[in-house]
């Protein structure tokens, strides 16, 4: 069996990190260990974390101060035993299959370099995450891999880890950016195995309301020239390719919005004749 070591980075989780690290007992996959790196929280996270910790063995807790979700992901995989890896987020959950199926993948296929899985939305919006198919040449573009992936330990050693200088978001997107290549073999398991917490206010909302996302695409950009340089000698053509790549994405979402509101109105319009009928037979 392969050992998962599980990151949790956890600043301020008081109302959520329960949830978290249940969802992690709770996993029918017993060989793993979830360092919790409490990033310099103020509030009552660190009691829940130690409770945790006092109660199965394999919950290993960390305090430092804070600098981060990137710097505290590094700072927890320092620490981890594992072949693989995991990153999950202090507010976020995991189906109990999740790591027993993703580990299989792996065994099945010893060439993958990473898996990710398809994602449940709960809390404010319950919606599931719909990305587009993965291929290297689009992730450059855009991301479709969400945070809660796991890789081999070697290749997130290549890599370097998270880069510190992310700190308006994005810092999965970019680690994924310079872990990977077109030669990578990327698995995807189309079942809803990571759960990402909705909230009304939420790290990424804040950083569009800061209007900081542009910082975060040109540091993308910045740190990883080499591979886009093959691209900018001709940004026509791979305008031209981006809309081919993206179009069907877009227009899936479309023709299912459509076919939402051709049934909404279909079923108002059903029950108008209901109740005319009603209402004549009287």
Not at 30 to 48: L, P, Q
Not at 78 to 106: I, N
């Amino acid at each position: 069996m392969c050992k998962v070591s599980i990151i949790v980075p956890c600043f301020n989780q008081e109302a959520f990190i329960a949830e978290a690290l249940e969802s992690i007992l709770a996993q029918s996959y017993s060989d793993w260990e979830c360092i919790i790196v409490n990033d310099g929280s103020t509030d009552g996270s660190d009691a829940i974390i130690h409770q945790y910790a006092k109660k199965d063995c394999r919950f290993l807790p960390f305090l430092k101060e804070n600098g981060g979700v990137a710097v505290a992901r590094n700072f927890g995989f320092t620490q981890a035993r594992g072949s693989l890896f995991v990153p999950l987020d202090g507010d976020d959950k995991l189906h109990p299959d999740y790591l027993r199926r993703v580990v299989e993948l792996f065994e099945a296929q010893p060439d993958t370099v990473l898996v990710y899985t398809g994602t449940q939305r709960f809390g404010e919006n319950r919606k599931v995450w719909r990305l587009p198919t993965y291929s290297y040449e689009k992730l450059l573009w855009q991301n479709m891999i969400v945070n809660t992936a796991m890789y081999r330990r070697e290749a997130f050693l290549a890599a370097g880890g998270y880069s510190p200088e992310m700190v308006f978001g994005f810092e999965d997107w970019e680690f994924y950016v310079r872990l990977l290549s077109p030669e990578s073999k990327v698995q995807y398991i189309d079942a809803p195995l990571h759960l990402y917490r909705i909230k009304k206010s939420s790290r990424s909302t804040e950083l569009v309301e800061k209007e900081k996302i542009k910082e975060s695409h040109r540091l993308i950009h910045e740190r990883n020239r080499a591979k886009y340089a093959q691209y900018e000698a001709n940004p026509i053509n791979v305008f031209g390719k981006c809309m081919k790549d993206f179009a069907p994405s877009y227009t899936a979402r479309y023709k299912r919005q459509a076919c939402y509101i051709h049934a909404a109105y279909c079923i108002a319009i059903a029950f108008l004749i209901a109740t005319v009928g009603v209402l004549f037979a009287r």
